[in-house]
């Protein structure tokens, strides 16, 4: 995680100071780039604690489909008790009660995020050919036309951005298979939370890739991280300046159980991170 820890390190001391949505202020800088072989090792951060399993939740509930809240909190907790909170709990709470979603105690409605997006894309054409799955097409295709440049999964639907609690931050991604049949995967995010939300996105798109490479038969190759518009809120920087003192650890492993060859077929049990040590958690408020 030394790229990162750089890229963190770079925005607070080179970054520019901006207004932001939420009004707390920010001290960004405009388009960075982050590789990660992970062939070699798993990109979990170690200079803080990562959220592993809400790492993992949260893909498994894209990958379902659902912008139902509390169905995150029942894949998390195993059960949507209005109690155990996610972390989209407050955009639910929040954008989701704005736009006049169902806020109750089993049910909270986020819009047409990425799950919808990425299982259920509805276009113009939608009468004759119903929804488009990205997820199951690009992998129909990585499998059929590896050397394809058309691997691509949006959750940037324009037309839906105004139902959405939370317009999507990490908006693309495109798969790339090697000649030696490795899988890349290279993702733009338009916007990120540099200390509390980039380490979870690296994360989850490393076990996206490790996902997809194993149900497509390939080789797991680097994932790739594009940033637009890289940010500290200006209430982290003491949590940022505590983390940069801290030197990282080993990297740890991904291990996923071989068995499963169905991208639908994963469940919280399939995953464990081997050999992951780290710091203690940095508490930060999340922006709203």
């Keep these: 995680m030394k790229q990162y820890l750089q890229a963190l390190e770079d925005v607070l001391q080179n970054g520019d100071v901006r207004d932001d949505r939420t009004g707390t202020g920010t001290i960004g800088i405009f388009g960075t780039q982050q590789r990660y072989d992970l062939s070699k090792s798993f990109p979990a951060v170690t200079t803080k604690k990562l959220a592993w399993k809400s790492v993992l939740s949260e893909l498994l509930w894209f990958l379902e489909g659902s912008t139902d809240e509390r169905r995150l909190a029942e894949i998390l907790h195993g059960t949507r008790d209005i109690n155990k909170r996610t972390i989209w709990t407050d955009n639910a709470n929040a954008q989701g009660v704005a736009l006049g979603y169902e ?52 959750a940037w639907n324009v037309a839906d951005i105004k139902d959405m609690a939370l317009p999507p931050c990490h908006i693309m991604m495109q798969f790339y298979v090697t000649p030696d049949g490795k899988l890349d995967l290279l993702m733009y995010q338009r916007s990120a939370d540099m200390f ?45 300046n505590e983390q940069l003192a801290r030197a990282p650890m080993k990297a740890p492993q991904l291990k996923i159980n071989p068995l499963i060859t169905e991208i639908d077929g994963f469940v919280m049990d399939d995953f464990e991170l081997v050999g992951y040590e780290s710091y203690a958690s940095i508490k930060a408020p999340m922006a709203v």
């Design 196 to 240: 509390l939300g980039v380490p979870f996105n690296i994360a989850s798109y490393s076990v996206l890739l490790q996902m997809v490479a194993q149900v497509t038969n390939l080789k797991v190759g680097t994932f790739i991280h594009n940033i637009g518009d890289a940010h500290i809120y200006l209430n982290h920087r003491d949590q940022v």
């Design 103 to 154: 806020n109750t105690d089993t049910v909270k409605k986020l819009g047409p995020i990425y799950g919808k997006q990425w299982r259920s894309w509805v276009g113009a054409d939608y009468l004759r050919h119903g929804a488009y799955d990205q997820i199951k097409t690009t992998i129909n295709n990585l499998k059929n036309d590896p050397f394809s440049r058309r691997h691509i999964i949006s």
